[in-house]
């Protein structure tokens, strides 16, 4: 039909069950199972039709069956139950923030993308969850926290197979009055409008609330009858369509996220980006500076200092960079309102890149996050390590262990991912306020308490659901696209409750060998179809739209999964989101991850999947690296890296079939003598995996590493006008501006051999060109292997430094002597960016 106009007649709960509208509307219920329980009984069919959503739900079912329910005691029970946890969780005052950092300063916290609940599909993969569990985590340890992002109508994609197992994308339009969103009220009452100015057009943004348990996420909006129909469509799909497009997004984003806050009066002294997709939040903020009175350089220091960047990316091309002409086309007016050159602001994220054949200079997000930021890191250790690497030519005479990149290691949600009945036995051996202290190492030994058999009995029961859950996704795959009756028949006997399960679930670009699995076919078989100990794999995932090889991939997982040999034990799902994730980390008894060591940043999947029991097997690259104990899980491979990647690839097949065969279906079967009992394996994973890799630990890690610090320093910098911003912009211009003509030489008398302990002199001959010698440092600089020690070189008369440098043991060693300047309450002694060798 023609539709006129729609409107949303508002479901007229009954007094005793009133509150069900204002619990619809807070992404509590999304890490509670038993709040989505309340919802789930009203109907089962509108909840799982309409992917688990409280509010759609209220809509949909009739007012006869809310009056049922409002007569029901069993129901009022568990009613009264959530809505008394729910206001506890609510009105706690004694927060960790509360009662170990209450000076902690607000955070804003901004992502290209959330992962909070399928329901709410604004999110791609691994990052976008991350994000969400943030929030939720940063909810919970009570942070003065706020959120912003986009809100996407048609969100990322749908994924659908065809019959030849080729991944079609679909586009659905969400109706946002059936979402748990509210428009963003201001003091007046009104709805918040935003502009910006983008390519000479003034775009309207609306702003949109979400309410994640005690702390709120601000949604932008561009598809509003005040813009044109290209303009709406800036907020349509996450990641979608060209670079046009997603530069403005990443404007809209930042420039559009920061008069959010102001519109809504939204405290913030802390700035997070989480990824380089939200950098052009700075140029907002300069503006404010540069608008109350300050120059451009003492704006942008100041802004700085308040801002911490997330790098989650350690391949070189997940990088954004775009040409320099098509930032002027978008952000071309930016150098005016900052009242600087172009030049000076493009340096800033300058970046030259190899396209076409010519090297041309190019806008990277990446490097702009960096140098307008004060503080930045990987999400693991070893990404931290890379990501140093990746980036040391940004401060040229560092050396890479000090490129001022640290890490803070990722984690998940527990609550969010742990199922209720493996939380329920939890619950028997941990104690009462064992989920406000997930980080607590020492609280979760306890689960040594939990038998073989308490165990074993919640663990195939979630398998069951996981079986039942893929029989039913896969049955309906098969009927869409007109497949035999049989085919369709023979889902009700895929997998089977009683033999291994491994799963794999990720986002299926390449480098994560989604495939690796299948390199060895003969081999594979005679593991899968083992008369006696067989083994089973279910996969899942998506890859970009416009991945072809990633495409290719699960095109040929699928197509392994239909020959004889393999049907019914190899499986690839449809449409990977937070619902099938939830179900497979519930529900496998290990979980499988090979990428190519080491572009793996961190990955969290197998977190979630060990919060449940279920073991890793995994390459030791990003947060397994950290994890893998010897006793909580089986890594693949070794901890190296290869020239070659057909070797590595050779490797670590040849190693993930080995430990199969030799080392995990032995004790999983238990038929190995001395193989050790799989019970022992799951008790370790959890209470290893579970505090060490919980989101808690990890916000707990930004708060005191840097959101508490940046606070601080951004605070001091801001003071009095920005006094010591322009003091240190001004001695930075100042150092910039003399550098070229300062000159260091060295000398050292270097024996052939020494004996250790043995010190040799160092001494240096230094021109400061008028830096004054207390904002100089000079130093020696000794490597041995990868260890590099630093010794301060003492100041004479006439520009002359000498130092002792002791040999303390043996091994061969290098020695250089640099001067670098450097004053106090710096981010780091590379802030300046110069260093000079001798």
Known sequence: MNVIGKVTVLPQLPAEIARLSELAYNLYWSWTPHAQALFEELDPAIWERFQHNPVRTLLEVPQERLQEVAASPSYLSGYAQ???????????????????????????????????????????????????????????????????????????????????????ESYDELDLTTLPIRPALGAQGEEVRVRVRIAGREIAVKVWTLQVGRIRVLLLDANVPENSEEDRKLTSRLYGYNQDHRVQQYVLLGVAGIRALRALGVPAEVYHMNEGHAALMSLERIREYVEAGLDFRTAAETAASSTLFTTHTPVAAGNDAFTFDLMDKYIGDWPGQLRTSREELYALARHDQQWDGHTVPAFSMTVFALNVSRAANGVSELHGEVSRGMWNFLYPGAEENEVPIGHVTNGAHNLTFTSQKM????????????????????MWQAVEKLSDAQLSDVQREMK?????????????????????????????????????????????????????????????????????????????????????????????????????EFRGKIVILENYDMNVARHLVQGVDIWLNNPRRPLEASGTSGMKASFNGSPNFSVLDGWWREGYDGENGWPIGEEREYADLAVQDDADAYDLYRRLEEEIVPRYYGTAPGAGSWAATVRRSIETVSPRFSMQRQVIDYVQQYYGPLGQRGAGLAANGAARAREVAAWK?????????????????????????????????????????????????????????????QAGENGTYNAEVPLEGSGLYSLGVRMLPVIPGLSSDFEAGLVKWA
Not at 82 to 89: C, E, I, L, P
Not at 145 to 155: D, R, S
Not at 754 to 783: D, F, H
Request: a neutral charge.
């Open 733 to 793: 211009g100042w150092v910039r501006q003399q550098w070229p003509h300062t000159h260091i030489q060295a000398h050292a008398n270097l024996p052939t051999t020494a004996r250790p302990g043995e010190k040799v002199t160092v001494s240096a001959q230094v021109n400061p060109a008028g830096i004054r010698p207390e904002e100089l440092r000079v130093e020696a600089v000794l490597r041995r292997g990868q260890e590099v020690l630093h010794f301060p070189l």
């Open 82 to 168: 959530v809505m008394a946890d729910f206001d506890a969780y609510m009105d706690r005052k004694d927060t960790w923030v509360a009662t170990r950092t209450p000076e902690l300063r607000p955070v804003a916290y901004f992502s290209m993308e959330y992962g909070f609940h399928e329901s709410l599909p604004i999110y791609s993969g691994g990052l976008g969850v991350l994000a969400g569990d943030h929030c939720k985590s940063a909810s919970d340890l009570g942070l003065p926290f706020t959120a912003v992002g986009m809100l996407f109508h048609q969100g990322y994609f749908r994924q659908l197979f065809d019959k030849d197992g080729w991944q079609n």
């Open 423 to 442: 939380r329920d036995l939890l619950s028997t051996v941990l104690p009462g306020d064992w989920t406000e202290r997930l980080e607590d190492e020492a």
């Open 464 to 564: 069951r659901e996981m079986i039942a859950f893929i029989r039913r996704r896969v049955r309906e795959q098969l009927q869409r696209n007109g497949m035999p009756a049989a085919d369709v028949a023979a889902s009700e006997h895929l997998l089977d409750e009683n033999t291994l399960t491994i799963g794999f679930a990720r986002r299926f670009a390449t480098y994560k060998r989604a495939t690796l699995l299948f390199r060895d076919r003969a081999r594979l078989s005679r593991i899968v179809n083992h008369p006696e100990h067989p083994v089973q794999f279910v996969f899942a995932g998506k890859a970009h739209p416009a991945d072809n090889p990633g495409k290719a991939f699960i095109q040929e997982i699928y197509k392994v999964s239909q020959e004889s």
